[in-house]
């Protein structure tokens, strides 16, 4: 299936980017205004890019933008080859054959979708917005304009520019926020682990809508996927150190940690104490979820 336009604008608008330094690290957006110079050239090849002279001194020279915050001379071959973690495209080396070491990458193989979204010159102007309003300061922006042969936008688009989020982004938005509005409200605002609730006039509250098979790794938003839970219930639950058992009991690993304070704030204290649950079953958690949750979470020992 073919990768739209929205999809890769998406990719480019979460890079990897050092940021120890305070600012992006440049080298991967510069290289791929590089590869859109390339497009635009109709220079950009098909299928396979080597890694070759003419690319490197195009990014030598796309990099004197950036000099002066950077200490160190920058080195193609490393934006040519990370950017594989960023789902850009495939580092290979000479053979060939899939390359793990920057050393040894020698040609990138391009997504078809991807080069064609580069040759499209509305898309390709989309993209070269973004990159430059996220990834550079602002007297860096201006010199990039000018040498892409761009006009330089408002302070209002590059902002717009800087924020892009993709279709799916935006989705992804709506629906954990739904799922915090719905897991809150099945369960009242209530803390299922201590009963504890807290809801401000100003539409804050202290419970979370806690995801148990966790979202990362399930990219689940189902309600059956949501518990209700306080701050510290919440933390305790990510770090494993209580589970729920198949009759939605507290099951506490007691042996993992030390604890001491007021009795209603110690979790040893809740061990096989029932839930706080919602009046209707149908919104209590999966059985599934919870499963997942004892086996890849908690642990006794």
Not at 184 to 212: E, F, K, M, N, P
Request: proline fraction near 6%.
């Amino acid at each position: 299936m073919m990768k739209s336009a929205d999809y890769w604008l998406g990719k480019l608008s979460k890079l990897r980017v050092d940021r120890a330094s305070g600012d992006p690290a440049p080298h991967k957006p510069l290289l791929l205004l590089v590869i859109l110079e390339l497009a635009q050239e109709g220079l950009l090849p098909p299928k396979t890019l080597p890694l070759t002279p003419d690319l490197a001194s195009r990014f030598m020279s796309y990099s004197t933008v950036v000099a002066k915050r950077r200490k160190q001379r920058p080195d193609v071959r490393f934006p040519f080859h990370h950017l594989s973690g960023d789902g850009i495209w495939t580092p290979l080396d000479e053979n060939f054959e899939k390359s793990d070491d920057k050393r040894r990458t020698r040609y990138v193989e391009l997504p078809s979708d991807f080069v064609l979204f580069a040759n499209d010159p509305a898309c390709r102007d989309k993209a070269r917005h973004l990159l430059i309003a996220k990834y550079f300061r602002p007297s860096e922006r201006i010199a990039l304009y000018e040498v892409i042969g761009l006009p330089i936008p408002s302070d209002i688009e590059i902002e717009q520019n800087a924020a892009y989020k993709s279709a799916e982004d935006a989705m992804q938005v709506g629906r954990e926020a739904k799922f915090r509005i719905h897991i809150l409200a099945a369960y009242d605002y209530t803390c299922a682990l201590t009963g504890y609730r807290l809801a401000t006039i100003s539409g804050t509250s202290i419970v979370d809508a806690a995801h148990i098979h966790q979202f990362a790794d399930s990219r689940n938003n189902e309600l059956g996927n949501g518990i209700a839970l306080c701050k510290n219930a919440h933390w305790l639950f990510d770090k494993g150190l209580w589970t729920i058992s198949d009759d939605f009991r507290v099951v506490v690993a007691a042996s993992r940690f030390t604890e001491s304070g007021k009795p209603d704030l110690l979790l040893g204290n809740y061990q096989e104490t029932c839930l706080h649950l919602p009046d209707d079953r149908a919104l209590w958690p999966s059985p599934v979820h919870v499963a997942w949750h004892r086996k890849t979470k908690f642990d006794r020992d």
